[in-house]
Each structure stands twice: as structure tokens, then as C-alpha cells.
């Protein structure tokens, strides 16, 4: 999500950085062009105006261009609007994350239109609420027009390893949601999701619908899931649901796939609910927490490093880490360490995600996308690496051509292809050199300088 805006405002800010000292003209511009930007992310124009107003009125005048760092101070105005515009404003704090905070069971109710990844949320939902903060869960569908969604929902459950409710056909939504709070409550569940159906469009039947489960269950939570790459026509569908049903919170699916992200900017400010969760995947733990200031710092290319290292933690082995960041820093990084690291990429899920979450590499990254650099190039490399012998691995400068042969038959794969991992490796380790001398600096802890 938000490559193409970060791609567009790193460039406006290399522009402001080159120049130095900083004229107020010098500053108009660049918030033409953030203007600009913005609008083309498919961001609202009320929201625009509103952010570029409120960016010109600090930005413009004595203070920034008397500054040491002009083109910083621009920047981290420029980061506080977005946070702002994200929903990161004083007085947020609370309403941020799923909001438990309610006798047991606790009831969630999802809405939203067909398609926009409901069903895929609440499982999603349901497998982090049982992993990470150990509840009992209960999955219930109360969409009574697809019998299909019934079983989607039930196999979602099997997944996550939590109990389905039983289908029973032939009840009625509000049945089965009685049904559901009543099991809830006499088997000790701590959580009940409750997944409604959904419509191809906004029509009166279904928010009737859904108005009626909500009457009668008074969800805690009632979360709307938005699927992010359909623009402003998910602020659209959320203002129309916020004003007929009502509800607590957004959740903004595939942003995976939406490089705008114009929608999440304008969430906000057009419906005045917090987006609380964003799905970045078709598997299900592709859930993340929504951050006003991690984002705007993704936006703005300084890399969303908290929760790049929050994911890691879940996922990667500490003490084989630890060994890789000494060998980073000694500079003794070699094949062998290489192939350890594809393993733990590998398991940390989607690349292109995780390269999202590094400061500076939204603008190589689609470059490293085109070079179709996925889950199967990883396999591939991992078996390129297997075929060479350990004293190539420690010392990959001996790879000449014949023992570049011999890898690539070994490995089922081309000479080019060996010849690509090895440039990958240069490029690498290159690249953690970099971030090595970032961290020594402390830019990494996200200072704006
Ligand atoms: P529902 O009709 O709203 O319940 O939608 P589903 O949960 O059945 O999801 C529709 C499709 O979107 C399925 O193929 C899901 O795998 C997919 N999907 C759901 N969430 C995400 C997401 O965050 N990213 C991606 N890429 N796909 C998703």
C-alpha cells in the first residue's frame, strides 16, 4: 500500500533537499506537487485540501526556511499531517486495536459488502485472538443466503483451529446469532464473531439485516471490512454503513494488492471511524494493526521498521539472528549465511511485503518485484546454494565459470540463474552494509532528523 504516493513525495522531498536553504516559493511548490500527489493516490479533495492547508500554514514562513534542515522540517510536517489525516491525533490512542474491553462472551459483529473479504477477516481475526491473546473463540455465519459462506466460514474455523458454531438449516440470522451468544455464554467463550452476509451493493435489505442482528446482539465491536482497491468507493460504502448501522471500527483489506492507498487516507476524515486493522494477504495471518505514524512513515519511504521487527520476532529464530547480525557487522557475510537468511524470509511470508517495511527501498522494490524475485525464486536460490560445497559457500569469488556448471546442473537450474543469485548476494550484502551504518547513526529508531 501507498508505493506510488511514496514513490511521488520522495521525490518532492529530494527536490526540497537538494536545495538548501529554502524560499517560501521553494516550499509552495513542493506542496503543489504533494497536492498533486495526493490526488492521483485517489485521496478524497476534501481531505487534500485540508491536509495541504494545514501543511502550509506551518511550513510557510520565518520558522522552516531559518531552520538548520529545511527540507527535514517540511518533511516531518508533512509526516504529522498524514498521521493526523490517519487518525493519529491526540485523543485516538484508545480507540486504535480491537477494542475487548467487555463482560465475556464479547461479541464482534462483521458488515460489509460481498467480496471485500469479511468472511477471510473474521478468521483472521479469529486465529489472532486465540494465538496472541490466548481467547476462546467462536465463529458463527449468520449469512442465511449463501449456504456456501456457511461452510467457508466453518473451514476458516478449522484453520485457525477454533470451534464453528453448527449450522443449523433454516434459521433466520437473528436465530442464529441467539444461538451463537447462547452457546457462547453457557460454553465460557470469550470472543464471538459473527459474520453477516453480505451484498453486491448497499441495498436496503441489507442494512436492515444487519440492523436487526446488531439490535439484538449489541455487538461491542461492529466492524466493517472495506476491500481497500476499490478506492473512494470504499469511503463511499463506509460513510453509508457508518450513518444506516453504525459501526466501531474499519478493517482495510487487500492492501497488499493497493498501491494508492488514497482510501485509507480518507477513511478518517469522511466517516470519522478509526480503521483498526488492515489484511494484507489471502492467508490468515495476514492481519495487521493499523499505526497512523508507522504508515505516514511508510508513505514517506522511512521504512516501517517497528513493525517489520515485530513480525520478525514472531517468526524468526532469535539465537539464529543473532548469529546473522554479528556476521552482518563483522562483514564476514557469506553464502552459507545467505541461504540460513532465504529460510527465515521465507517463513516470515510475502517479500514484497517485508520490503515494504524498509526505509528506503519502496523505490527498488518494484524493481526487485519485475525481477520476479517470489516464493519460488527463494526455492530456487535455496537449491542453488545447497549445490555448491561449503568452501564456495564461505568464499564465493572462487565461482568461475566450470563450477558455475556444475551448480546449475545440480541444481536443475541455468548458469544465468546462478549468475542472478550472485549478483543478489553483492547487492545484499551491500545493502546491509548500508542499513548498518543507518542503525550505527540511529536513523533506524525513526528519527526525522
Ligand atoms: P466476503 O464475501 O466479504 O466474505 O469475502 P471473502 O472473505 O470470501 O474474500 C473474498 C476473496 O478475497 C477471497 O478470495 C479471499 O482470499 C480474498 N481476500 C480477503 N482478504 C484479502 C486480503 O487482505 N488480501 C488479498 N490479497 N486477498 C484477500
Known amino acids: 500500500m501507498f508505493e506510488a504516493l511514496g514513490n511521488r513525495l520522495t521525490g518532492v522531498f529530494d527536490k526540497l533537499r537538494r536545495r538548501g536553504a529554502l524560499t517560501d516559493a521553494d516550499v509552495q511548490e513542493a506542496l503543489r506537487e504533494v497536492r498533486v500527489a495526493l490526488l492521483e493516490a485517489d485521496v478524497a479533495l476534501p481531505v487534500v485540501k485540508d491536509l495541504v492547508t494545514r501543511v502550509r500554514e506551518r511550513a510557510v514562513g520565518q520558522e522552516v526556511i531559518r531552520s538548520v534542515s529545511p527540507a527535514q522540517q517540511v518533511i516531518k510536517i508533512v509526516n504529522d499531517a498524514l498521521v493526523e489525516a490517519l487518525g493519529g491525533g491526540e485523543g485516538d490512542d484508545g480507540k486504535r486495536g480491537l477494542d475487548l474491553n467487555a463482560p465475556s462472551p464479547v461479541p464482534i459483529l462483521m ?144 492492501v497488499d494488492g493497493d498501491a494508492r492507498g488514497g482510501a485509507a487516507l480518507s477513511m478518517r476524515a469522511v466517516t470519522g471511524a478509526p480503521i483498526k486493522l488492515l489484511g494484507a494477504g489471502e492467508k490468515l495471518d495476514a492481519l495487521e494493526d493499523f499505526h497512523p505514524d508507522r504508515i505516514a512513515n511508510r508513505i514517506l519511504g522511512m521504512g516501517d521498521i517497528v513493525s517489520l521487527v515485530e513480525r520478525a520476532a514472531e517468526t524468526i529464530d532469535q539465537a539464529e539472528a543473532e548469529k546473522l547480525a554479528k556476521k552482518m557487522q563483522k562483514g564476514s557475510f557469506d553464502l552459507e549465511d545467505y541461504a540460513s537468511q532465504l529460510k527465515q524470509i521465507n517463513k516470515m511470508g510475502s517479500l514484497s511485503g517485508i520490503l515494504g517495511m524498509l526505509p528506503g527501498v519502496g523505490k527498488i522494490k518494484s524493481q526487485i518485484e519485475n525481477a520476479n524475485l517470489d516464493q519460488t525464486m527463494l526455492k530456487r536460490q535455496a537449491a542453488i546454494i545447497s549445490s555448491m560445497t561449503p568452501k564456495e559457500r564461505r568464499n564465493p569469488d572462487l565461482l568461475k565459470a566450470s563450477r558455475k556448471r556444475r551448480i546449475a546442473a545440480g541444481s536443475g537450474t541455468t548458469v544465468q540463474d546462478v549468475n542472478r543469485l550472485l549478483k543478489q548476494f553483492d547487492e545484499m550484502s551491500a545493502m546491509m552494509k548500508r542499513m548498518n551504518k543507518l542503525g550505527q547513526k540511529g536513523l533506524m529508531r525513526g528519527g526525522l532528523g
Open 111 to 254: 458488515v460489509g459488502l460481498q467480496g471485500s473479504g469479511k468472511t477471510t477477516t473474521s478468521g483472521k481475526i479469529a486465529l489472532r485472538l486465540r494465538t496472541r491473546d490466548r481467547k476462546k473463540v467462536l465463529l458463527a455465519s449468520l449469512d442465511v443466503h449463501r449456504p456456501a459462506a456457511q461452510l467457508q466460514l466453518q473451514t476458516l474455523a478449522d484453520q485457525a483451529e477454533v470451534t464453528g458454531l453448527p449450522i443449523i438449516a433454516g434459521q433466520t440470522p437473528r436465530q442464529i446469532a441467539e444461538r451463537a451468544m447462547d452457546v457462547g455464554r453457557r460454553e465460557l467463550y470469550d470472543v464471538v464473531i459473527l459474520d453477516t452476509a453480505g451484498r453486491l451493493a448497499i441495498d436496503e435489505a441489507l442494512m436492515a439485516e444487519v440492523a436487526e442482528v446488531k439490535a439484538f446482539v449489541k455487538p461491542h465491536e461492529t466492524l466493517l471490512v472495506v476491500d481497500a482497491m476499490t478506492g473512494q468507493d470504499a469511503v463511499n460504502t463506509a460513510k453509508a454503513f457508518q450513518e444506516k448501522v453504525g459501526v466501531t471500527g474499519i478493517v482495510m483489506t487487500r
